[in-house]
C-alpha cells in the first residue's frame, strides 16, 4: 500500500465526494457523517503518510522526496504524444507539513459545517470532498503540470462553496475571486508551459515538466537571467494573487465575508498557501536568477502589504473583514521571508504558513460560531460576549494572541525567524557569499506588523468580547440546537488546533528538520546566482570577500600581532557595505561615531 | 550545578503547572478553592527559589576567592577559571528555532546573581501577593468575585512568565518572557472586562508595551546581525573584548574571539578586526534599541502611558506586576546589558536623563492626583525613574538595588490601598474618605511604614537605595541628574504623605453607602505586615559598616553590592570603574532633611491647613491643570499616532474598495467596452455583415501585400 | 489518370456513407420507412468507420494513391473521417428529436451529405475537388438550418447563412482561381503540383509572388468565413440562435473543421514557410479573432449567441497553431506540430460544444407557434442543477472544457496549442517575441472567457429553480448524447492518448505531403535540363499581374 | 495598346467580381443580391478561363465548368430560399431580416 499511498490519499475524497454527489438516497445526516468519516480516513492517510516519510527521511537530501510515485497518464511505450501527463507525486520537507496541515484543518471545516449549512448538503459536502482531495494533490505534485492541474482545479469546489453557500453578495465575491485568480494564473499556463517547451531540450525533445528536470534549466545555463525575469512574472501573475500579495489582495477580503465559514477556513488556511508554496517550490529553484531580480520588489511588495493589510484592518467593523485583512498582512511575512535568502527566513516562512493556517484557520471557525449564533459579523452589534460565553472567549484570546506572535505559541516563532531572517538578509555567509537582496530597513518597516498587529487583533477582541454586553434582538438563535456558550463539538474542533499551535510555539524542532533538507537545496540554488550581473551594485562585499584576501597571519611583511592601517580601513569598508546597506543607515552610524 | 540547573527549571514550571490546572479545572470542580493550587505551585517554585540562590551563594563565594587569587597573579578576568564562569554559562533546556547550517536558537537559562536577586524579589512578594489575593478577591462574607478560579490562573500565569524572563540565558529567551509577562498583565489588567476602561487599559498596556516590542526586537536582530549568538555571555564578553581592543593585543583578541563565538565566525585576524569593528560602530544602536524595550516595559517616557491605566487591574496585580516586579524588568534588562550600555556613552546618557526626566515628571503628577492607586502607580514611574537614572550614571548595583528595596514598600503600599479599597467597598478616591486611622489599624500602620520608606526616611528601605543612587549620580559625570533626584524626592515625600495625610489623618470620613470600615482578614493583614517589615529592613542587605563618624557606621554598598559585583565587573571596567568613595555623608544629611521637609509639609497643608493646597493650584495658573490632566499625554498621543494612523487605515480600506477595486473593475470590463464597440457592428443586416467581411479582406490583402 | 478501382478503394468511406445517405433520402418516400433513417445512417456511418479503419494500412495506401493523383490519402484523411464520422454519429443523434415526421429522412441525408464533405476535403488534393467538397459541406447545412425549426428566426438564420456563404464561397473560389492562375496546376501536392511549383521558384523571390499570395490571401479569407474567423465572423451569432440547438452544435463543428482542413491545405501550399508578411496577416487574424469572439461573447445573456461567439475565439486558438505549422522538415517534435493542437483541439472542442448544445436543447421551453424550443437564456437555465443534476453536471463539465480548465480535455487541447507556439520559437527565433506575446493574448482571452462561461455554470448551480421554466425533451437519444459528451471531457483528459497519438500521426502525414511534393520536385528537377528551368523563370518573369503593371 | 487575351480576361473577370461585391452590398431585393453573388461567380469563371489561356491548359476551364456546377445548385437553392422568405413576410427587403443581432 505505501506504494501507493499518495494517490490512494488524493483519490479517496475524491471518490468520496463522488458517491456523495451520486447517492441521492443518504439523508442529509449520513451525508454529513460519510463525509466526516471520509475526511477522517484521509487525515489518517496523511497521519501514516507521515509516518513513512518520517522513516524515510534520509532521502530527502538533494532534492530528494518521498512516498515517490509516477505513472504517465494513458501513454504508451512508443509514446509520440505532444505531451505526456506524469501523474508524480512525492513528499518533500515542504509539502508534508503543509498536507498535514490540510487533512487536520479540512476534517475539522466539514465538522464545523454540521450546523451552518441547511441547503443541499450533498453537494455542499462533495465539493468539499473534492477540495480537499485537490489540495492535497497539489502539494503532492512533483510535476508542474500536475500541480498547476490540481492548483487551477482548487477554483471551481471553492466558486461553488462561495456562490451557493455564501452570503448576500456571494456571487460578486464568487467571481472576483474566480476570474481574477483564473486571470492569474493563465498567464502561469503560459509560464508553465515555456518551462516545459524549454526543459524539453533535457528531456529528448519531449516537453518536459518533473521537478528534477526543470530544476537542471537554470543550472545548465538553459534560461538567460531575461528569461528568467519573465518567467518569474509569469509564475508572480499567479502566485501573487492567490497568496494575495498587496496591491493584488482585493479579492480577499470580500470572498473571505461572503464565504461560508468552512469556506473561509480553507481558503485563509489553506488555499491562500498554494501561492506562497508555488513561489517557494516553482520560482526559487527554477529560475533562481529571475527569483533574485524580483526579490526586492516583493520584497517591497511584501512589507507594504504587511503595512496596508494591518490598517486596513483596524478600520473594519465585520470581523471577517478583519481577520481577512489580518491575513494580507500575515502572508507579508511569509513572503518576505522566503526570499531573504537566509535558512531561517525561509524555514520561519513555511512554517509561517502553518502557523497562518492553524490560527487564522481557527479564527474563522470561532467567527464563524459567533454567525450562527447571532447571524451577524458586525461589531456594531455584538459585544461583551466574554461573559456569556467564556469558553469561546478562551479560544478567541488564544488565536488572538497565538496570530499576533505570543512568545509560546505557533505565530511567534515564525514571525520572529522571518524577521530575523530579513534583517541579517544582506549578511554574506557560507551560503549565500553575496549575502541577501534585503537591506534592514525591510526587517524594519516589516516588523511595525508585529505591533499594527497587536493593535487589530486586539481592538477586535475588546470589542467583541469585553465592555458591555451587546446582543442583537432576542440573543442567540438556538433553532440549531447549540447552546450559548460553545458545544461540545465546537470545542472538539477547536482543542486540536490549540494543542497545535501550542506545540508549534514550543517545540517546533521536529517541524523544522523536517523542512530543512528540502529547504537546503532551494536555497543553495537561489544562493548561487550572481546578482552583480542584473545591476545589484549594492552587492556585499562581505568579511567573506575580504576573508578571501591573504590574512595578516600570512601576509610575511606583517608581524603576527597587528592591523596595518589597510587592513582596518579595508575591513571598515567591507563593514559599512554589510551591515548598513542603505546609505542613510551607514551615514547615522558615522555620526554616531563621531558623536562619540 | 547540575542540581543547581534541575531546580531552576522547576522555578517557573510550577507556577505553570498550577495556573493550567486551575485553567483547567478551576471553574468546575474547584471554583472557591481554586487558589490552592496556584499557592501550592508558587510555593514550592519559592522553595526551588531559596535552594538555588544558596547554591548560588555558594558558588559565587567560591569563585569570588578564586578571582581574587587570579587578580593577584596578574591574570586577565575574561577568562579566568572554570569556577568563574559556571556561573555565567547558561544552560540549554533545548533547541528551539534552527538558523541553518545546524545551528540552533536555544531556550536556555542562566541562573547567576542578578537572576537570583531578581528571583528573589518576583517569588517571595508573588507569594506573598497570591495569598494576599484570596482574601482580597471576596467580598466581606467570604463569597469569591466572579472569575475567581481565572484570576489564579492569571497569577501563576504571570509568576511563570516573570520567572521565565529573569532566568532567561539568552535574549530570545528574554523576549518570551517580556511578551508572556505583557499578556499576563493584559489578561490582569483586563480582569473586569465588562468595565470598557479596563479593558481599554489591557488593550493599551500590551499595545504600548508592544511598541517599546518593537524597538528591543530590533536590538535583538542587530545583536544576531552582529554577533551571530543570541547568548549572553557569548555577547557580553565579545563586546567587552571589543572595547579592550587597542590595535595592540590581536593575538590575544583573536583567539579570545575563536573562544567565544567558534572559528566559522570568526576565521582570522581580518574577520576578528571587522568585528570589532561592527561591535563599535553598532554598540549604541544595539543599546539604544534594547532601551526601546525597557521604557515599554518600565513605563518610562514617553511610552509611560499605560501605567497609571493599568490600575483598572485588581489591587493584587497592580502591587505585583505594576509594582514590584514587572514594570522592573527594564531596569533588569539595561543591568543584565550592563556592559553593552557601558560601551556606549551615548546610550548611558539617554538611559540616565530618560530615568531622570521621568521620575521628576511622574512625581509632578502625581503630586494632583486623588486616586490612591494612580498616585501610586506615578511613584512607581517615579521610582522606576530613579533606577534607570542609576543605571544612566553606572551605578548598576545601586540601581537593581533600588529595584529590590522599591519592591518590598510598594507592593506593601498597594496591598494597603487594595485594603482600603476593599474596606470601602472599591472607592479610592481619597477626598472620598478619610481618617481611617482607627478603622483600619494594621493597614495604616503597614501603610505609613511604607510611606516612609517610598518618602525616604532615614534607616528605611528607600533611603539608603535612593541615596545610594542619588550620590552616583552627583559624583559622576552628569550631576544635573542627581539634582533632579533631590528634587524629585522632596515632591516623592510630599505627594506621599499627602496621600497618607488625606486617607488616614484628620476627622473621619466614609464614602456614601458605606457604613462601616472593616479591617481586612488575615489572608491580607499578614502579607501586609511582612511587606512591612521588608520594607523596614531590605535596605540593610545594601549596608556596611564603616569606621566613619556617628551615622556613617552604617554606609552603602554592602553584601548586596559585593554579590552582584561579579555581574557588573566588565561594565565597570569598560566605564574606567571610578572608585570613588561611598561615604557621603553630607548627602545622607540632607537627602534627610528633605525627606523629612517634604513629610512635614504634606502634613502641613493636608491636616493643619487644608486650604493651602487648593489655593496653590487656583494660583499656579495653567500648570495645575496640566499636571491634573497628566500633561495631556493620552490626548497628544491620540491626535500625533492613533487618529492619523486610522485615517490611513480608512484611506487604504478606501483605496482598496474605491481605487484598485475600481481600476479592476475597469481593466475587467475592457472585454465589455471592446464588445460594447464591436457590437455595433451586429445590427443584424447581412449587407452590413457582407460590408465588414470585404473590409477585413481588404484590410488583410492590403496589410499583407504592403509589407 | 482515371484509374477507378483504387479511386474506389480510395473512396470506400465516402461511398458508403453518399450511398447510405442516398438511401435514406430515398426512404423519404414513406413514412414508415423514414423512421428508420436515423438506424440507416448510424450504419452508414459505422460502414464508413470500417472502411476508414480498413484504410489505416500504409501499404494499401501507398499502392493505391499511386495511381490517383486527386486525391490525397493517409493518416491525415482518415483521422478527420474519423474525428467527423464519430461526432457525426453524435450529430445524427442528438437531431433525432429535430426533424417533423416527414422531413426525417431528408434531414438525416443531408446530414451525413455535410459529413461526407468534410471527409472529402481533407481527401482532397485538387482545387477542384476540394471546393466541390466545402460546398458539399455547406449546401446542406444551408436547408438543414431552414428544416430544423419552423419560426421565424430559423428562416432569418437559413437566409443569412445562405447569402453569406454564397459570398464567402465566391471569395474562395477567386482565391483558387489566382492559385492555379500563379502556378498553372490544380494539384494540391505531389511532383506537378501547388506546392511543387513554389518551391521550385526558389524560396525568396516565388515566395512573395503577388498572384499566389493573393491567391493564398483570398482563399484563407473565404474560408475564414467557415472558420468564423474575424472579420468573416458577423454571421455567427445570428445563425446559431435561429437554428435549433443541435444544428448549432452541428455547425460550429463541421463547417468550421471543414473550413480548418482546407486552411491547412492551403497554408500548406506554402510549404509552411510563410514569409514575414502572410505571419503578421494570419498572426493578427488570429489576435484579433481572438479578442473579438470573446468580447462579444462576453456582452451575451442569451447562451447560444454566447457559444456562438466562443466558437469565434476557439478559432482564433485555432489558427495561432495554424499560424506556426507542423513545422518545416518535419523532424520536430509532437509538440512542435501546430497541426496535431489543431486536429486535437477539433475533436476536443466539437465534442464540447455539441455536449453544450445537446443540453441546451434538452432543457426546453416552449417556444413560439406552440413549439418547444431549447433554452436560451441563462435565466432559463436557473436552477437546473438542482432539479436537472446530470444534465447541468454535463453542461458544466463541457463549459469548462471549453474554458480549458483543467480535468476536461480542453484544458490539454489549450496546452498543445500554447505548447506548439512555444515549441515552435525554436524554429523561428526571429519571432520569438511576437509569440510570446501572442500566447500571451491567447492566455488573457481565456480568461476573459471563463468569465462568460462562468455565467452558464453560476445559473445552472447558484439561481433558485423556477417552476415550470424548463423540461427535459423526451428523446432518449438526446440524452444518450450529452452523457456520451459529458463522460467524453474528463475521459479525454485523463486518456487523451489515442486521439493526441492519431492527431500526431495525421499532422505528420500531412506534413510528410508537403515536404514530398518537395523532394519529388526536386528529383524531377534533377532530371530535367537546367534550361527547363530557364524556361520557368521566363514564364513567371511574364506574369499577368506584372506584365498589366509594366503595360500601364 | 494591345492586350493579351488572359489580361484582358483577368481585368474583366476583376470587375465583374467587385460589380458583384457592390451590387451585393447596395442592393436590398434579396434576389439582385443573390444574382450579385451570381455575377461574382462569373467573374471568377472569366478569371479561371483566363488563368487557364495564360497556362495553356485545359485545367482552369474544368474548374470552370465545376464553378458553373456548383452556381447552378446555389441558384436552385437560392432562389427556394427566396421563395420560403417571401412567403413568410411578403417583401424580399434584406433588411426586413434582422430580427436578430447584438
Keep these: ?596 | 550545578m547540575e542540581t543547581l540547573r534541575s531546580t531552576a527549571i522547576w522555578i517557573p514550571l510550577l507556577p505553570l503547572i498550577g495556573s493550567l490546572l486551575v485553567g483547567a479545572i478551576g471553574l468546575r470542580w474547584l471554583k472557591d478553592r481554586s487558589h490552592w493550587l496556584v499557592i501550592g505551585g508558587v510555593a514550592l517554585s519559592l522553595v526551588a527559589v531559596l535552594s538555588v540562590v544558596s547554591t548560588v551563594v555558594g558558588e559565587a563565594g567560591r569563585a569570588h576567592n578564586v578571582d581574587h587569587v587570579a587578580q593577584h597573579e596578574g591574570v586577565d578576568v575574561a577568562h579566568t577559571s572554570d569556577h568563574a564562569s559556571k556561573l555565567t554559562e547558561s544552560f540549554t533546556l533545548y533547541q528551539w528555532m534552527s538558523m541553518g547550517s545546524d545551528s540552533w536558537l536555544n531556550v536556555s537559562f542562566r541562573v547567576d546573581q542578578l537572576t537570583s536577586v531578581m528571583l528573589l524579589v518576583v517569588v517571595p512578594i508573588g507569594f506573598l501577593i497570591v495569598c494576599y489575593s484570596v482574601g482580597y478577591m471576596r467580598d466581606h462574607h467570604g463569597h469569591p468575585e466572579r472569575g475567581y478560579e481565572r484570576f489564579f490562573a492569571f497569577l501563576g500565569l504571570f509568576l511563570f512568565s516573570m520567572t521565565v524572563l529573569v532566568l532567561a540565558g539568552n535574549f530570545l529567551v528574554l523576549f518570551v518572557g517580556w511578551e508572556l509577562v505583557g499578556l499576563s498583565s493584559f489578561l490582569l489588567i483586563g480582569f473586569y472586562y465588562q468595565k470598557p476602561e479596563a479593558a481599554k487599559a489591557a488593550r493599551k498596556a500590551f499595545i504600548v508595551n508592544r511598541v517599546g516590542d518593537f524597538g528591543f526586537a530590533l536590538g535583538i536582530w542587530l545583536i544576531y546581525l552582529t554577533f551571530g549568538t543570541l547568548d549572553y555571555q557569548k555577547v557580553f564578553d565579545s563586546v567587552a573584548l571589543a572595547m579592550q581592543y587597542d590595535g595592540d593585543t590581536y593575538p590575544a583578541i583573536l583567539r579570545d574571539f575563536q573562544a567565544l563565538l567558534g572559528t566559522d565566525r570568526v576565521p582570522d585576524a581580518t574577520a576578528a578586526s571587522a568585528l570589532v569593528l561592527n561591535i563599535q560602530d553598532r554598540i549604541t544602536w544595539i543599546a539604544l534599541l534594547l532601551f526601546c524595550g525597557a521604557m515599554g516595559k518600565s513605563a518610562q517616557l514617553p511610552l509611560h502611558v499605560w501605567l497609571p491605566d493599568a490600575m483598572e487591574g485588581p489591587t493584587p496585580v497592580s502591587a505585583l506586576i505594576h509594582a514590584a516586579t514587572m514594570v522592573t524588568a527594564g531596569v533588569y534588562l539595561v543591568a543584565r546589558c550592563s556592559v553593552i550600555f557601558a560601551a556606549s556613552p551615548v546610550a548611558m546618557w539617554f538611559v540616565g536623563s530618560i530615568g531622570a526626566a521621568t521620575a521628576l515628571f511622574a512625581a509632578t503628577i502625581a503630586l494632583t492626583q486623588y486616586d490612591m492607586k494612580r498616585i501610586l502607580a506615578y511613584s512607581t514611574l517615579s521610582q522606576l525613574g530613579y533606577m534607570f537614572l542609576a543605571l544612566g550614571v553606572g551605578a548598576f548595583d545601586s540601581a537593581v538595588f533600588h529595584l529590590y528595596t522599591h519592591a518590598f514598600f510598594k507592593a506593601c503600599l498597594f496591598l494597603g490601598a487594595g485594603s482600603v479599597m476593599h474596606a470601602m467597598d472599591g472607592v479610592i478616591d481619597i477626598t472620598k474618605f478619610g481618617g481611617l486611622k482607627k478603622d483600619l489599624p494594621i493597614t495604616y500602620r503597614t501603610f505609613f511604614v511604607s510611606a516612609l520608606a517610598l518618602a525616604g526616611f532615614p534607616f528605611l528601605a528607600a533611603f539608603w537605595s535612593k541615596d545610594e543612587i542619588i550620590h552616583a549620580a552627583l559624583a559622576g559625570n552628569m550631576p544635573l541628574l542627581g539634582w533632579i533626584g533631590l528634587l524629585t524626592a522632596l515632591l516623592t515625600a510630599f505627594y506621599t504623605f499627602r496621600m497618607v495625610a488625606m486617607a488616614f489623618w484628620g476627622p473621619k470620613m466614609l464614602p456614601a453607602g458605606v457604613e462601616h470600615a472593616h479591617e481586612s482578614g488575615r489572608w491580607m493583614t499578614v502579607p501586609l505586615m511582612l511587606l512591612a517589615v521588608g520594607a523596614v529592613f531590605a535596605g540593610y542587605v545594601g549596608v556596611t559598616f564603616s569606621d566613619h563618624g556617628f551615622i556613617g557606621f552604617l554606609a552603602p554598598h554592602g553584601v548586596f553590592h559585593h554579590f552582584l559585583d561579579p555581574v557588573f565587573a566588565s561594565a565597570k571596567g569598560i566605564l574606567g570603574a571610578h572608585e570613588a568613595s561611598h561615604e557621603g555623608y553630607a548627602l545622607m544629611y540632607w537627602s534627610s532633611a528633605i525627606a523629612i521637609f517634604g513629610i512635614a509639609n504634606a502634613w502641613y497643608f493636608y491636616t493643619k491647613r487644608p486650604t493651602i493646597p487648593g489655593a496653590i493650584a487656583l494660583a499656579s495658573g495653567p500648570i495645575y491643570p496640566l499636571l491634573k490632566n497628566k500633561y495631556y499625554v493620552d490626548e497628544i498621543y491620540d491626535a500625533i499616532f492613533v487618529q492619523p494612523l486610522r485615517k490611513v487605515g480608512r484611506f487604504f480600506f478606501g483605496s482598496d474598495r474605491y481605487g484598485i477595486n475600481s481600476l479592476l473593475f475597469i481593466i475587467g470590463n475592457l472585454p465589455r467596452v471592446l464588445g460594447f464597440g464591436l457590437r455595433t457592428g451586429q445590427q443584424g443586416a447581412m449587407q452590413g455583415y457582407a460590408l465588414g467581411m470585404i473590409l477585413g479582406l481588404v484590410a488583410l490583402l492590403w496589410f499583407v501585400l504592403q509589407g | 489518370m482515371l484509374a477507378l478501382v483504387p479511386m474506389i478503394e480510395l473512396l470506400l468511406p465516402e461511398i458508403v456513407l453518399l450511398t447510405g445517405a442516398t438511401l435514406i433520402l430515398l426512404t423519404g418516400v414513406s413514412k414508415t420507412l423514414s423512421r428508420s433513417a436515423t438506424l440507416l445512417a448510424m450504419l452508414a456511418i459505422f460502414g464508413a468507420l470500417g472502411a476508414t479503419y480498413r484504410h489505416n494500412n500504409p501499404e494499401l495506401l501507398a499502392t493505391a494513391a499511386a495511381s490517383v493523383d486527386a486525391l490525397n490519402p493517409g493518416f491525415f484523411a482518415n483521422y478527420v473521417r474519423m474525428i467527423v464520422l464519430a461526432v457525426g454519429l453524435l450529430i445524427v443523434f442528438a437531431n433525432r428529436h429535430v426533424p417533423e415526421e416527414g422531413e426525417r429522412a431528408e434531414f438525416v441525408a443531408l446530414t451525413l451529405y455535410s459529413l461526407a464533405g468534410v471527409m472529402l476535403v481533407a481527401l482532397a488534393n485538387n482545387l477542384i475537388l476540394l471546393f466541390l467538397a466545402l460546398e458539399l459541406v455547406s449546401v446542406p447545412t444551408y436547408i438543414l438550418i431552414g428544416l430544423s425549426r419552423r419560426d421565424i428566426e430559423a428562416q432569418e438564420a437559413t437566409a443569412k447563412y445562405f447569402f453569406l456563404g454564397a459570398f464567402a464561397a465566391a471569395i474562395t473560389l477567386y482565391g483558387f482561381s489566382f492559385l492555379y492562375g500563379a502556378t498553372g496546376q490544380l494539384r494540391l501536392f505531389g511532383a506537378d503540383s501547388i506546392s511543387a511549383w513554389f518551391i521550385d521558384g526558389g524560396s525568396t523571390a516565388l515566395a512573395n509572388d503577388g498572384m499566389f499570395l493573393l491567391g493564398v490571401l483570398l482563399s484563407i479569407g473565404g474560408l475564414a468565413f467557415k472558420l468564423a474567423a474575424a472579420p468573416f465572423h458577423f454571421y455567427v451569432a445570428d445563425v446559431y440562435q435561429g437554428a435549433a440547438a443541435t444544428v448549432t452544435g452541428m455547425l460550429g463543428f463541421v463547417p468550421k473543421f471543414a473550413g480548418m482542413v482546407a486552411a491547412i491545405h492551403i497554408v500548406g501550399l506554402t510549404q509552411w514557410n510563410l514569409s514575414g508578411p502572410v505571419f503578421w496577416g494570419l498572426w493578427v487574424l488570429a489576435a484579433v479573432t481572438m479578442t473579438v469572439g470573446n468580447s462579444l461573447a462576453f456582452m451575451q445573456y442569451n447562451v447560444k449567441r454566447m457559444l456562438a461567439y466562443s466558437s469565434v475565439a476557439h478559432s482564433g486558438y485555432m489558427l495561432m497553431a495554424l499560424l506556426i505549422g507542423p513545422g518545416q522538415d518535419g523532424s520536430g517534435s509532437a509538440m512542435r506540430n501546430g497541426l496535431a493542437a489543431i486536429l486535437f483541439y477539433m475533436a476536443v472542442y466539437g465534442i464540447a460544444n455539441l455536449g453544450a448544445f445537446c443540453t441546451l436543447a434538452w432543457f426546453r421551453k416552449p417556444g413560439r407557434d406552440d413549439a418547444y424550443q431549447s433554452a436560451e437564456l441563462l435565466e432559463d437555465l436557473s436552477g437546473t442543477g438542482r432539479t436537472h443534476r446530470w444534465a447541468a453536471l454535463a453542461l458544466a463539465l463541457c463549459t469548462l472544457a471549453l474554458m480549458g480548465f483543467p480535468l476536461t480535455g480542453g484544458f490539454l487541447g489549450k496546452l498543445y496549442i500554447f505548447g506548439s507556439v512555444f515549441a515552435s520559437i525554436g524554429d523561428q527565433p526571429q519571432h520569438a517575441t511576437a509569440l510570446v506575446v501572442l500566447v500571451a493574448i491567447g492566455a488573457l482571452n481565456a480568461a476573459i472567457g471563463a468569465a462568460y462561461y462562468l455565467r452558464i455554470i453560476a445559473s445552472c448551480y447558484w439561481d433558485a429553480p423556477r417552476d415550470g421554466r424548463v423540461a427535459p425533451t423526451p428523446c432518449s437519444a438526446l440524452q444518450a448524447v450529452w452523457v456520451v459528451c459529458g463522460m467524453l471531457v474528463p475521459v479525454l483528459f485523463f486518456f487523451p492518448g489515442t486521439l493526441a497519438r492519431n492527431a500526431v500521426s495525421a499532422a505528420h502525414d500531412s506534413q510528410m505531403k508537403v515536404a514530398a511534393s518537395k523532394a519529388e520536385r526536386v528529383a524531377h528537377a534533377n532530371e530535367s535540363a537546367a534550361d527547363e528551368v530557364i524556361e520557368k523563370a521566363a514564364v513567371h518573369s511574364a506574369t499577368p499581374l506584372k506584365s498589366a503593371r509594366v503595360s500601364d | 495598346m494591345e492586350m493579351a487575351a488572359p489580361q484582358v480576361l483577368m481585368i474583366v473577370g476583376a470587375l465583374l467580381f467587385g460589380i458583384g461585391v457592390i451590387g451585393f452590398l447596395t442592393r436590398r431585393n434579396m434576389i439582385v443580391m443573390f444574382l450579385s453573388t451570381e455575377i461574382m461567380f462569373q467573374g471568377v469563371l472569366t478569371n479561371l478561363v483566363g488563368m487557364g489561356l495564360l497556362r495553356g491548359d485545359l485545367n482552369g476551364q474544368a474548374l470552370g465548368i465545376f464553378v458553373l456546377v456548383i452556381a447552378a445548385v446555389e441558384a436552385g437553392l437560392g432562389l427556394a430560399i427566396v421563395v420560403m422568405l417571401y412567403r413568410r413576410r411578403g417583401t424580399l427587403d434584406a433588411d426586413g431580416w434582422r430580427t436578430m443581432r447584438g
Design chain 1, 1 to 596: 500500500m505505501t506504494n501507493h499511498l499518495l494517490s490512494i490519499m488524493i483519490a479517496l475524497p475524491f471518490l468520496g465526494g463522488l458517491a456523495v454527489f451520486a447517492l441521492s438516497g443518504l439523508s442529509p445526516d449520513m451525508v454529513r457523517r460519510v463525509s466526516l468519516g471520509v475526511a477522517l480516513l484521509t487525515a489518517v492517510l496523511a497521519l501514516v503518510a507521515y509516518g513513512e516519510f518520517d522513516a524515510q527521511r534520509a532521502q530527502l537530501s538533494n532534492n530528494g522526496v518521498v512516498l515517490a510515485e509516477d505513472y504517465a497518464l494513458d501513454a504508451a511505450a512508443d509514446s509520440g504524444l505532444p505531451v505526456i501527463l506524469r501523474f508524480s507525486l512525492g513528499l518533500n520537507g515542504i509539502s508534508m507539513p503543509l498536507v498535514l496541515l490540510t487533512a487536520l484543518l479540512t476534517p475539522l471545516a466539514i465538522l464545523a459545517s454540521f450546523t451552518g449549512i441547511k441547503t443541499r448538503e450533498r453537494e455542499y459536502y462533495a465539493l468539499m470532498l473534492l477540495l480537499f482531495g485537490t489540495m492535497l494533490g497539489v502539494f503532492c505534485a512533483r510535476d508542474l503540470l500536475l500541480f498547476y492541474v490540481f492548483f487551477e482545479f482548487t477554483l471551481i469546489p471553492l466558486y461553488f462553496l462561495i456562490g451557493v453557500w455564501g452570503g448576500s453578495e456571494r456571487r460578486k465575491a464568487a467571481n472576483m475571486f474566480f476570474i481574477y485568480t483564473l486571470s492569474g494564473s493563465m498567464l502561469t499556463f503560459a509560464g508553465v508551459l515555456y518551462v516545459g517547451w524549454k526543459a524539453s531540450q533535457l528531456a529528448g525533445g519531449v516537453m518536459a515538466f518533473d521537478f528534477a528536470t526543470l530544476s537542471q534549466l537554470a543550472e545548465q545555463g538553459l534560461l538567460s537571467s531575461t528569461e528568467q525575469w519573465w518567467l518569474f512574472l509569469a509564475f508572480f501573475a499567479g502566485f501573487a494573487i492567490k497568496v494575495p500579495l498587496f496591491p493584488f489582495h482585493t479579492w480577499l477580503p470580500l470572498a473571505h465575508v461572503e464565504a461560508p465559514t468552512a469556506g473561509s477556513v480553507i481558503l485563509a488556511a489553506v488555499l491562500l498557501k498554494l501561492g506562497t508554496y508555488g513561489f517557494l517550490v516553482i520560482c526559487m529553484p527554477f529560475f533562481p536568477a529571475g527569483a533574485m531580480q524580483w526579490a526586492p520588489i516583493v520584497g517591497v511588495l511584501a512589507v507594504a502589504g504587511i503595512i496596508y493589510g494591518a490598517l486596513a484592518a483596524w478600520v473594519q467593523e465585520d470581523v471577517k473583514r478583519l481577520v481577512a485583512y489580518s491575513s494580507v498582512s500575515h502572508l507579508g511575512y511569509c513572503l518576505l521571508g522566503m526570499f531573504c535568502l537566509k535558512m531561517s527566513g525561509m524555514t520561519g516562512s513555511v512554517l509561517y504558513m502553518v502557523n497562518h493556517g492553524l490560527s487564522t484557520g481557527a479564527l474563522f471557525l470561532i467567527i464563524g460560531m459567533i454567525y450562527e449564533r447571532y447571524h451577524t459579523r458586525d461589531m456594531a452589534k455584538i459585544g461583551g460576549l466574554a461573559r456569556k460565553m467564556p469558553i469561546m472567549a478562551f479560544f478567541l484570546i488564544f488565536f488572538t494572541m497565538s496570530s499576533i506572535g505570543l512568545p509560546g505559541l505557533n505565530g511567534f516563532v515564525s514571525e520572529f525567524m522571518v524577521l530575523l531572517g530579513t534583517f541579517i538578509s544582506r549578511q554574506a555567509d557560507d551560503v549565500a557569499a553575496q549575502g541577501g537582496p534585503y537591506g534592514i530597513w525591510y526587517a524594519a518597516f516589516g516588523a511595525s506588523g508585529i505591533l499594527l498587529g497587536a493593535i487589530y487583533m486586539l481592538f477586535m477582541a475588546r470589542r467583541v468580547l469585553f465592555g458591555k454586553l451587546t446582543e442583537p434582538e432576542g440573543g442567540f438563535d438556538d433553532s440549531a440546537g447549540l447552546t450559548q456558550d460553545l458545544t461540545r463539538r465546537e470545542i472538539g474542533i477547536l482543542v486540536p488546533l490549540a494543542v497545535a499551535c501550542i506545540w508549534l510555539g514550543v517545540y517546533p524542532k521536529p517541524v523544522m528538520e523536517m523542512m530543512e533538507p528540502s529547504l537546503q537545496p532551494i536555497l543553495a540554488t537561489v544562493a548561487k546566482v550572481d546578482r552583480s550581473q542584473f545591476g545589484d551594485d549594492r552587492q556585499a562585499a562581505p568579511g567573506r570577500a575580504v576573508a578571501e584576501a591573504p590574512s595578516p597571519s600570512q601576509g610575511e611583511d606583517r608581524g603576527e600581532g597587528s592591523f596595518s592601517v589597510a587592513d582596518k580601513s579595508k575591513a571598515r569598508a567591507a563593514i559599512e557595505h554589510v551591515a548598513l546597506t542603505d546609505s542613510s543607515a551607514a551615514a547615522s552610524s558615522r555620526n554616531k561615531k563621531g558623536a562619540r
